[in-house]
């Protein structure tokens, strides 16, 4: 509820009568509400006096809505760098305060990396939002091993077709060969 305050009356002459108030409707302009409240007194000869208040607030119960914008999140092998993108917020009411980020521990499985970047926001009115996104790359610093197999590298003397050199397969640590 709203505190108006309380009222009094003093009359210079025949003394006042009792203070009345009377308070008027809510008035909303999307999210801000009004609402008055006027104060009636009277003496004893009916000279009338009226004397108003009006309050003003806000009434937001949303988050401000946070947009991501940019970014890339799957930056391929060996990222300098990662790029999550940036992020702005806008409030239905009040007002959103500045948006602040924090970037999660890199989680490592094998050669694949993930971090998660939040976003987090306030309003005026202290409702808050976040959002997140996650971004996977992988760390493979390692050439893929070459494994040859069969053969005869030693053909003897004046072989007939061509030299058998084995076959070969490679096989890499993270990324495939």
Not at 9 to 26: E, K, L, M, W, Y
């Given at each position: 509820?709203?505190?108006?305050?309380?009222?009094?009356?003093?009359?210079?002459?025949?003394?006042?009568?009792?203070?009345?108030?009377?308070?008027?409707?809510?008035?909303?302009?999307?999210?801000?509400?009004?609402?008055?409240?006027?104060?009636?007194?009277?003496?004893?000869?009916?000279?009338?006096?009226?004397?108003?208040?009006?309050?003003?607030?806000?009434?937001?119960?949303?988050?401000?809505?946070?947009?991501?914008?940019?970014?890339?999140?799957?930056?391929?092998?060996?990222?300098?760098?990662?790029?999550?993108?940036?992020?702005?917020?806008?409030?239905?009411?009040?007002?959103?305060?500045?948006?602040?980020s924090t970037a999660g521990s890199i989680t490592t499985t094998g050669c694949t990396r993930t971090q998660t970047m939040t976003w987090n926001a306030s309003d005026a009115c202290l409702n808050a939002s976040s959002t997140s996104r996650t971004a996977t790359w992988t760390v493979d610093t390692q050439g893929p091993v070459i494994t040859i197999t069969g053969g005869n590298l030693n053909p003897g003397c004046n072989p007939v077709g061509p030299i058998d050199f084995g076959s070969a397969s490679a096989n890499d640590n993270c990324s495939g060969a």
């Open positions: 509820s709203i505190d108006f305050g309380s009222a009094s009356a003093n009359d210079n002459c025949s003394g006042a009568r009792a203070v009345t108030s009377t308070a008027g409707s809510i008035t909303t302009t999307g999210c801000t509400r009004t609402q008055t409240m006027t104060w009636n007194a009277s003496d004893a000869c009916l000279n009338a006096s009226s004397t108003s208040r009006t309050a003003t607030w806000t009434v937001d119960t949303e988050g401000p809505v946070i947009t991501i914008t940019g970014g890339n999140l799957n930056p391929g092998c060996n990222p300098t760098s990662i790029d999550f993108g940036s992020a702005s917020a806008n409030d239905n009411c009040s007002g959103a305060r500045a948006v602040t």
